[in-house]
């Protein structure tokens, strides 16, 4: 008798950061506050959820970004050009008592050999050794708003201040905003940055599509964020905010994470969720029928929906400000709520009155990135941003008609939909880096009946 042969399935490439992307951030950075400057990062405490239990440790995303280290009780130190070294990581030191309980640590030598620190130290010598490390620098480049670590900066600054006169020593004489400097860095994305958010995005779409699948009447809510979020682990992924599975009248609720109402026959179900893949987030919102089949009205607004969602992804692209994308939808959101007879009027004086605000009172996007509203000035001084190759952001308009509303006809009511998707600013014009998840009303039918 034959053995039928198993084919041993080849896992999926991992798209990650090499060390030298982390080194290019932190010559970059140096570049731009010069010698003359330090700069001081600390890492991101331990938060805990309640007795002796921690929240799954998640890294700053600042520190990350210019790093690459995941591990608690950090600070990172650049100081463009010191001969001695550039980068000096302060790390927890080795515990073999420790690394039992709670895992392994890298260590000052781990620190220099895998995270690319020119030299790196025990965090408990951090108040004997940074103090030296500020003495003749001009300019202390650091994000304030780390709680204990901003007193202990002041006191090293102050320390160094009162033994200048004595000692000789010159202490800088300038705190510069470092998240000014950093967060310009982060809002343009590197070729390795698009590749994760990529497969951020990738893997985001399976998960609405597994959803998508799984969706009948008599679900319930809680057991759609399940599927989406079985769909991110297997692929080493997690949530990147908690995830909005609102059915019916919870459509309507922006915001809405209870996530605990059963799915009736009929309803909508608006789906907003996004995972984080090696740090980058996704964020994709689609919508859909319970039962797999819109009823005419739903099929109405959801058009409408889906062309201002297409109106404002044509507007992104090099040259065109921020807010394009959003007239864009708004211009027309509106001319489809007048067709449906929700709005009455002239599209222009409705726009002028932002009578649309009724019906879709959000922006039509936001960054994207380390974060999901991620970080960068949407208006350089009182200008709308121009857009430019690197810049990453979702587009995500959407209408909700909650129950009740005057001069609405019924059955419009409980009907919220959103259409959401990732964008990144191309040479060219834009790529959507959330393919691979229907988003028209015939596609979105025939996932559901496949």
């Not at 041993?8 to 010698?35: C, D, N, Y």
């Not at 890492?43 to 520190?63: I, L, T, W």
């Not at 995830?243 to 994470?257: K, R």
């Amino acid at each position: 008798m034959k053995t039928a042969r198993i084919k041993a399935v080849q896992p999926r490439p991992r798209v990650i950061a090499p060390p030298t992307e982390f080194a290019r951030r932190r010559r970059q950075l140096m570049k731009m506050i010069g010698r003359g400057s330090i700069a001081i990062l600390p890492a991101a405490p331990v938060h805990h959820r309640n007795n002796d239990v921690e929240y799954p440790y998640r890294q700053d995303s600042d520190f990350h970004y210019l790093t690459g280290f995941a591990e608690p009780e950090a600070v990172a130190v650049l100081v463009p050009g010191r001969a001695a070294a550039e980068y000096v990581l302060f790390v927890r030191d080795r515990d073999p008592l420790r690394e039992t309980w709670d895992g392994r640590r890298a260590g000052p030598a781990g620190a220099v050999e895998r995270f690319g620190a020119d030299d790196a130290f025990p965090i408990t010598d951090i108040d004997e050794i940074l103090p030296g490390l500020l003495e003749n620098r001009e300019r202390v480049y650091y994000a304030m708003g780390h709680a204990d670590f901003d007193q202990r900066v002041l006191a090293w600054l102050a320390q160094l201040r009162s033994q200048a006169p004595r000692q000789g020593r010159h202490p800088p004489q300038e705190i510069v905003a470092l998240d000014h400097v950093l967060h310009d860095m982060r809002l343009y994305k590197s070729r390795t940055e698009i590749a994760l958010m990529r497969e951020s995005g990738r893997i985001a779409a399976a998960a609405q599509l597994r959803a998508m699948r799984f969706c009948r009447p008599g679900k319930y809510e809680y057991e759609i964020a399940a599927e989406l979020m079985h769909e991110y682990r297997r692929h080493n992924a997690d949530i990147s905010y908690q995830p909005i599975c609102g059915g019916g009248a919870n459509a309507c609720i922006l915001h809405y994470i209870e996530n605990n109402a059963v799915l009736r026959d009929g309803d909508l179900l608006l789906v907003d969720a996004g995972c984080e893949y090696e740090y980058y987030a996704s964020d994709i919102t689609r919508t859909w029928p319970v039962n797999g089949r819109f009823t005419p009205a739903q099929r109405a607004v959801y058009d409408v929906v889906l062309a201002a969602q297409s109106a404002a992804i044509a507007k992104v692209k090099p040259g065109n400000h921020w807010n394009e994308p959003h007239e864009a939808a708004v211009q027309v959101i509106t001319q489809g709520l007048v067709d449906l007879g929700l709005l009455k009027g002239r599209v222009p004086a409705l726009i002028k009155a932002e009578a649309y605000r009724k019906f879709y009172m959000h922006r039509t996007g936001h960054w994207l990135g380390l974060d999901v509203h991620d970080v960068g000035d949407y208006k350089v001084g009182e200008q709308w941003r121009v857009l430019e190759p690197g810049m990453v952001m979702t587009v995500e308009p959407g209408i909700y008609i909650p129950a009740g509303l005057r001069g609405v006809p019924k059955r419009f009511w409980d009907i919220g939909i959103r259409i959401e998707d990732d964008v990144a600013v191309t040479a060219d014009g834009y790529e959507i880096l959330s393919e691979g998840v229907p988003r028209t009303v015939k596609e979105i039918e025939a996932a559901m009946t496949a």
